[in-house]
């Protein structure tokens, strides 16, 4: 039974940073990402990491989220720095399956997600 739980969700002020955690089990992290909501609005992708620890990210969060994985924990993490009150959404992690999966969002597992919330 494959599970995702992430954690680390809080209230921050704008400008401060949080490190969201998301522990998988039952499935490899080779290729996995995180999404975000916000109320009203689509969920959007905010990073993947692919099987050989490259990354990629969309604009908005450029120069400011990383993201990375203790493969021996079986953890995946998003460090957000300089956080914005435009960054409050519910954060999930997502795994794909296959490197085409994760590439075209074809993300089979999700996580219930994390609320954070950013206050200016």
């Known amino acids: 039974q494959v599970q995702l739980v992430e954690s680390g969700g809080g209230s921050v002020q704008a400008g401060g940073s949080l490190r969201l955690s998301c522990v998988a089990s039952?499935?490899?992290?080779?290729?996995m990402a995180w999404f975000r909501q916000a109320p009203g609005k689509k969920r959007e992708r905010v990073a993947r990491?692919?099987?050989?620890?490259?990354?990629d990210y969309e604009d908005f969060v450029k120069g400011r989220f990383t993201i990375s994985r203790d493969n021996v924990e079986n953890t995946l993490y998003l460090e957000m720095n300089s956080l914005k009150p435009e960054d409050t959404a519910m954060y999930s992690c997502?795994?794909?399956?296959?490197?085409?999966?994760?590439?075209?969002?074809?993300?089979?597992?999700w996580g219930q997600g994390t609320q954070v919330t950013v206050s200016s």
């Open positions: 990491i692919y099987s050989d620890d490259s990354t």
């Open positions: 997502a795994a794909a399956t296959s490197f085409r999966g994760l590439v075209d969002g074809g993300m089979i597992y």
């Open positions: 039952g499935i490899s992290m080779n290729y």
